[in-house]
C-alpha cells in the first residue's frame, strides 16, 4: 500500500468530488456523488489508521508523509509536505467520519441550491483535512484561509433569517486573526532559513522546530500565533462570532462546524503554539488557563438561559473547548492527552446533539424550547439517542465525554506550571453545570405535558437518520470503556511534543544567558602605541 499517496487520497479527494458535482444536473446524482466520495473517502482514512504505527519515532519525520518537491524557487523552502502522526491521526478520522454523516443530514434539509451546497462542503472537508495533516507551516496557512470560502457561503446562502450578519461575523473574526498569524509566519520563515537553513526562507514544521526563537521575539509570536488560534477555538472573550455562526448555519453546517472547524484553533494551539514559543507559553499558560475556565462557567451559566436549543449548544462549545485550553497549558503528559482526545469527544457528542436537533427542526420548523415538551412518547427513539448524546456531552462516567475531561482535570492539579490548584477546583463546577442545562434541555423538550398538538403526531427517527447517528453512538460507547487503543497512538507524540518544549525552552534560556554574559565581558581599550619620532629629520623654518 502506498501511504503517502493515501494520506494525499484523503485530503484531495473530496476536491475532486466537489469539482465532480458542479457538472451533475439531476439534484438525485449530486447527492449520492457527495455520499460516495466521503463515505470512500472515510475508508481510505481508515487504511491511514490501521497503518499508522505509533511506535515509530515522530522525531524524524511524520509517518506516511509525502513531500513534494518545492512550489517555489529555491530560495523560498515552501512545499507540499503532509503526513499522519498521532495528533493529526484522530482529528482526520473525526473529519472523514462526519462526512457522509453530515452528507445524510443534508439529504431533505437542504432542499433548493443542492449543487452548489455539496460542492461547498466537500471543498470545506478538503480544507479541514488539509489544516490536520500540513506539516508545512505556509501549506497549512493555505488549507486554514481556504476553509473560510466554504463556510460562509454554507451560513450565508442556507442559514437562517440572520445569516449575512452571522456570516460576516464568521469570516471578519478568522481573517483578522489569520492575517496576523501570516506576519508572524513570514518573519518566522525568514529568521529560522538564516539560523538554521542555509539562509534560505523556510517553513518547514521539523526545521522551524530546530530554530530556538530568541526570547525577546517569542513574546509577540505567542501573542499573534496564540490571538489567531484563540479565535477560531473560540477562547473567552473571542468568542461572540460562535453562537451567532451556529445559530444561523445550517444542520450540517453546524456540525462541521461543531465538529471539526473549532478543532483548528486548539490544534494550531498544540502543533505550533506550545512547541515554537515554549518560554513565552509557559510564562503566559497562568493567564490563558484563566480566560479558559472564565469560558467554561460563562459558556455554562449563559447555557442555561438560552431559550434556543441550539444556541444552548453553541455556548456549551465555548465551555468544553475551555477544558480542551486547560489541558493544553497544563504541560502535564495526561493533561495535554486528555485534550487531544477531549477535541475527538467533543466533535462526537456536540455534533450529535446538532444532528438531533436538526431533525426536531425538519419537523417543526422551531429551535424554541417553549414549542416543544412531552416529545418522548411520540418520537421514542430519537429522545433515547438525545438523552444518550446529552449524557456523552455532560460527561457521564463510561461515555466519551469523562475520558477526556477526567484527564485534563487530573493533568492540570499535577502541573507545575499552572500550579492553581484553585482553577481546577473551578472547572469542575462547570461539569456540574453542564450537567444542569444539557439535562434541562432535555427536559423542556422531550418530558413534561404535551401541550402542542402537533407534536403528538410527529414522526420519529427513519432509517436513513438511524444509519447517520449509529456511528457516532457506538464511538461514544467505545472512547468511553476502551480508550486506550485510541490513547496508545496519541501517546509518542504528545510525549514527543512535552520533551521538545522542555528541551528548546532549555536552549532558549541558555541562549539568552550567554548573550547576556557576552555583553557584560568589558571591552579592554586598545593599547596606545609608541611613536618614535627622529629629531634629525625634522626641519624647522625660522
Request: glycine share 8%; charged share 10%.
Amino acid at each position: 500500500m502506498d501511504f503517502p499517496l493515501l494520506t494525499s487520497s484523503v485530503i484531495l479527494l473530496p476536491a475532486l468530488g466537489a469539482l465532480l458535482t458542479l457538472f451533475l444536473r439531476s439534484v438525485s446524482s449530486i447527492r449520492w456523488t457527495a455520499l460516495i466520495t466521503t463515505t470512500l473517502t472515510f475508508v481510505l482514512s481508515v487504511g491511514l489508521f490501521l497503518g499508522y504505527d505509533p511506535s515509530v519515532s515522530t522525531a524524524v519525520t511524520p509517518q506516511l508523509a509525502d513531500v513534494s518537491s518545492s512550489w517555489f524557487p529555491e530560495s523560498l523552502d515552501i512545499k507540499y509536505f503532509v503526513g499522519i502522526d498521532g495528533l493529526s491521526l484522530m482529528l482526520v478520522m473525526l473529519t472523514t467520519l462526519l462526512g457522509p454523516t453530515v452528507v445524510l443530514s443534508s439529504w431533505t434539509y437542504i432542499a433548493e441550491k443542492q449543487k452548489g451546497y455539496y460542492a461547498l462542503l466537500l471543498l470545506l472537508q478538503t480544507g479541514i483535512t488539509g489544516v490536520f495533516t500540513s506539516f508545512d507551516l505556509f501549506l497549512f496557512y493555505i488549507f486554514f484561509e481556504l476553509t473560510l470560502i466554504p463556510m460562509y457561503f454554507i451560513i450565508g446562502i442556507w442559514g437562517g433569517t440572520d445569516r449575512i450578519y452571522a456570516a460576516v461575523k464568521f469570516v471578519i473574526y478568522t481573517l483578522v486573526g489569520s492575517l496576523l498569524m501570516l506576519v508572524g509566519i513570514l518573519y518566522l520563515g525568514f529568521e529560522a532559513g538564516a539560523a538554521v537553513n542555509n539562509g534560505v526562507f523556510t517553513t518547514d514544521w521539523y526545521k522551524l522546530l530546530e530554530y530556538n526563537v530568541p526570547l525577546a521575539q517569542q513574546g509577540w509570536l505567542f501573542a499573534i500565533f496564540t490571538f489567531s488560534f484563540a479565535i477560531k477555538v473560540p477562547l473567552f472573550p473571542l468568542h461572540t462570532w460562535l453562537p451567532d455562526a451556529h445559530v444561523q448555519a445550517p444542520t450540517g453546517g453546524s456540525v462541521v462546524l461543531a465538529g471539526v472547524l473549532l478543532k483548528m484553533g486548539t490544534y494550531g494551539l498544540l502543533r505550533f503554539c506550545l512547541p515554537l514559543f515554549p518560554n513565552a507559553a509557559q510564562d503566559g499558560a497562568l493567564l490563558i488557563a484563566i480566560l479558559a475556565v472564565i469560558g467554561i462557567i460563562y459558556g455554562a451559566l449563559v447555557a442555561r438561559v438560552q431559550e434556543d436549543a441550539k444556541g444552548l449548544v453553541a455556548y456549551s462549545s465555548v465551555s468544553h473547548l475551555g477544558f480542551v485550553v486547560l489541558g493544553l497549558f497544563a504541560f502535564t503528559p495526561e493533561a495535554l492527552q486528555g485534550a487531544v482526545i477531549q477535541m475527538v469527544n467533543h466533535g462526537l457528542s456536540t455534533g450529535a446533539l446538532f444532528l438531533l436537533l436538526g431533525m426536531l427542526y425538519e419537523r417543526r420548523h422551531t429551535r424554541m424550547m417553549e414549542d416543544y415538551g412531552g416529545l418522548a412518547g411520540s418520537v421514542p427513539v430519537l429522545s433515547t439517542l438525545m438523552v444518550f448524546s446529552v449524557l456523552a456531552s455532560a460527561g457521564l462516567p463510561g461515555l466519551n465525554g469523562f475520558v477526556g475531561e477526567f484527564m485534563i482535570l487530573l493533568g492540570s492539579f499535577k502541573s507545575t506550571v499552572l500550579d492553581t490548584p484553585g482553577l481546577v477546583v473551578l472547572a469542575t463546577i462547570g461539569v456540574i453545570l453542564a450537567a444542569v442545562y444539557l439535562l434541562h434541555m432535555v427536559y423542556r423538550t422531550f418530558f413534561g405535558e404535551l401541550t402542542i398538538e402537533a407534536n403528538a403526531e410527529m414522526a420519529d427517527v427513519n432509517g436513513r437518520e438511524f444509519l447517520l447517528m449509529a456511528p457516532l453512538v457506538v464511538l461514544m460507547l467505545v472512547l468511553g470503556f476502551f480508550p486506550n487503543p485510541f490513547l496508545r497512538q496519541t501517546k509518542p507524540t504528545t510525549d514527543f511534543l512535552l520533551d521538545k518544549i522542555e528541551s528548546k525552552k532549555a536552549a532558549a534560556i541558555e541562549q539568552a544567558e550567554s548573550r547576556e554574559k557576552t555583553a557584560r565581558v568589558p571591552v579592554a581599550p586598545p593599547e596606545a602605541e609608541e611613536v618614535t619620532v627622529d629629531v634629525g629629520a625634522l626641519s624647522i623654518d625660522r
